[in-house]
């Protein structure tokens, strides 16, 4: 339990004490904004609100760690960067791209040992592109140096799939499996798609809905908004027509 659950689920309390003592105003304006505002506070901080709302996104994908399908290659796309600070010399990968990361080589040497390619730019000025930070975790995680691509001009899912697709085709690769979280896998795997290759889904994390015990606090407001990310991503991407 972290400190901040504590604290939501007291003040998600106190707001409901204060509508109960509303109750005589039912019937007014201020009510119901007081209701929708309070409801709206629990479905943003309580972890199983959010795993039901993700539901059209992940629903369809297998929850096994080996994909269904069948691939010429393995991409993984990269996700957050921390580069070196004057407190912090040295770069610090984001949980994401550590996560996605360690999917693609745990499919390397437990599903297929196919070529991996690590896709992304860099994300601040001067900074070492993701993939190249990407390619050394690889490495460390024992897949060879020669099964190891990487694409380094891309900043967005759509110039992952723009790019990396334009090396794959290079190596007569049509096919392949995309590692990303299962929330971020319909926008990445549209792209993909878009750029004519056959894509295999290979999502790292699943979040479930859970049981229901747990309680509000961060961890559903992050869930939220990386859902909210993803569904103005994935309509912004179709108006764009890179979908």
């Known amino acids: 339990m972290t400190y901040t659950e504590p604290l939501t689920l007291l003040l998600l309390v106190v707001g409901g004490v204060g509508l109960y003592g509303l109750r005589l105003q039912r019937k007014t304006i201020s009510w119901w904004v007081a209701v929708a505002g309070w409801l709206g506070m629990v479905i943003l901080t309580w972890p199983p609100a959010a795993g039901l709302i993700a539901q059209p996104l992940v629903r369809r994908y297998e929850t096994q760690p080996r994909p269904a399908g069948d691939a010429e290659a393995i991409v993984v796309l990269s996700g ?5 600070t004057s ?19 745990w499919l390397f040497h437990n599903w297929k040992p196919l070529p991996v390619l690590a ?30 691509w990487t694409e380094e001009q891309s900043r967005s899912t759509y110039e992952n799939a723009l790019y990396s697709a334009r090396l794959l085709k290079e190596h007569g690769i049509h096919q392949i499996a995309v590692v ?32 229901g015990a747990e309680l509000p606090g961060w961890q559903g407001i992050y869930r939220q908004e990386v859902l909210l990310h993803e569904s103005v991503g994935l309509l912004w991407y179709w108006l764009r027509g890179r979908i």
């Open 80 to 84: 957050a960067v921390n580069y070196p």
């Open 180 to 211: 990303v979280e299962a929330d971020s896998m319909p926008r990445a795997e549209k792209c993909f798609r878009k750029q004519g290759l056959a894509v295999t889904p290979a999502p790292c994390l699943f979040r479930d809905i859970g049981s």
């Open 87 to 105: 407190q912090r010399p040295y770069v610090l990968v984001g949980r994401d791209t550590y996560r996605r990361v360690m999917h693609a080589a």
């Open 119 to 148: 896709t992304g730019g860099s994300l601040a000025e001067g900074g070492e592109p993701a993939s190249v930070i990407m390619r050394r975790m690889l490495e460390q995680q024992g897949v060879p140096a020669d099964k190891i």
